[in-house]
Structures are given as structure tokens and as C-alpha cells.
């Protein structure tokens, strides 16, 4: 099974940035897609915010598109979540998995906690 470890969250300023990491313990090169999923504080649901196809497509949800940019670093195994311009409501933890989830291939990580607050 993989193992995702998701890095870079903290504690910033409304209108600043971060930089989120997910390293997989294995080759990421044959997953279909990875993405970027969210946890608000309260909520249960994860909700997925940016998705990256092994093409290099991306998605990303509404409420991020224009100050959130998926990447994958192949040689690295790594997944990545520049966001910039970051709001109150980005607060949340984020976690990295495949695109839908495949428990039996990976298990969630423990997440990386942003807190955008002033």
C-alpha cells in the first residue's frame, strides 16, 4: 500500500501563501490522478479541491480556481498545492490521495492543517 505524507500546512495571513507537499512512498508515474481534498473545521466530508492526471491536466473546484496550481514531481513521487491569495475559508486540513480514493492502494495521510486568519 502507499503511503502519502502531506507537509507545508500553517498558520498565515489572509492574502498569503502556501506551499502543500504530499510525498507517496512509491512511483506515482501509473496513478491515473492525484489530488487535493479538504476538510473544513466542523464538516465531516472531504471535499476535492484540485485534481492532476498522469498527462498533467488539472482540475480545480470554483472556490480555488485562479489562486490554486496542482503539480507532480514524478522523480520525486511528490504531489504539490501552490495557494496563493489564501481566505479565511481555506482554512481547513488538507490531505492528498488518488482521484477517487482507493483504500486498498492507499490509505489517507494525516493531513497538513492551514489556518488563514489575521
Known amino acids: 500500500q502507499v503511503q502519502l505524507v502531506e507537509s507545508g500546512g500553517g498558520l498565515v495571513q489572509p492574502g498569503g501563501s502556501l506551499r502543500l507537499s504530499c510525498a507517496a512512498s512509491?512511483?506515482?508515474?501509473?496513478?491515473?490522478?492525484m489530488g487535493w481534498y479538504r476538510q473544513a473545521p466542523g464538516k465531516e466530508q472531504r471535499d476535492l479541491v484540485a485534481?492532476?492526471?498522469?498527462?498533467?491536466?488539472?482540475w480545480y473546484a470554483d472556490s480555488v480556481k485562479g489562486r490554486f496550481t496542482v503539480s507532480r514531481d514524478t522523480v520525486k513521487n511528490t504531489v504539490y498545492l501552490q495557494m496563493n491569495s489564501l481566505k479565511p475559508e481555506d482554512t481547513a486540513v488538507y490531505y492528498c490521495?488518488?482521484?477517487?480514493?482507493?483504500?486498498?492502494?492507499?490509505?489517507w495521510g494525516q493531513g497538513t492543517q492551514v489556518t488563514v486568519s489575521s
Open positions: 490521495n488518488l482521484v477517487p480514493p482507493r483504500p486498498s492502494f492507499a490509505s
Open positions: 512509491k512511483s506515482i508515474v501509473s496513478i491515473n490522478a
Open positions: 485534481r492532476i492526471t498522469r498527462y498533467g491536466d488539472s
